[in-house]
């Protein structure tokens, strides 16, 4: 980079410039909390059969929210230690801060007014959320491991864990908040499961 300045080649330095400071750039970990939970937001609702949203608008709602980085930073790390510890409560401990923000996030009114109005657009349909809401409540229905094995309205959902997992392990958010999200709202005991 100096010798392309020393030979002032000004267009060479200014492209060695731009890929050093791309290199040493990395994200903020409060950035990076709010682009990993807005992803997994937008795949959670989806699977949870919300409706579909922008990444972008989720993304400037986590930011108006105080401590949305924190929550997504500590979820984040409880579910790296279920991997490293072999902890599956930490997990799942994770899996509920996230589910519990995103619910608080999407009900919270001040002067009258909700915080993210694109989770109040026309068209979306809370009603599998809310019956999932209402069993993560219950200590008995609530998404925990028992008897090692992940069960949500005492259902197992070992192998929907495992999709988890696997989506988790690849680093892709939108996919692992869809895999949640669809899990809970097929065993939620709303619909039809049929099992052969």
Known sequence: MVAKLKEKDLEGFGFAL???????????????????????????????????????????????????DKIFLQANHDIRRMFEMHDA???????????????????????????????????????????ILELQRN????????ENHFTFNHQNIDHEASWMAHEYMQGNAPAFGYALGDTMRKHDGRGDLFLY
């Open 18 to 68: 731009g890929e050093t400071m791309v290199a040493h750039s990395g994200e903020s970990p409060k950035l990076e909390a709010m682009r990993w939970g807005s992803e997994f937001a937008v795949g959670f609702l989806k699977g949870a059969a919300v409706g579909e949203f922008e990444l972008t608008d989720l993304f400037n709602c986590l930011a108006a929210e105080v401590d949305a």
């Open 89 to 131: 409560n930490e997990g799942v401990k994770g899996l509920d801060e996230m589910i519990q923000f995103i619910v608080v996030m999407a009900t919270t009114k001040e002067e009258g007014k909700f915080g993210c109005p694109v989770l109040h657009a026309e068209g979306l349909d809370y009603s599998d959320l809310k019956a």
């Open 139 to 146: 200590p008995e229905t609530t998404l925990r491991v028992l």
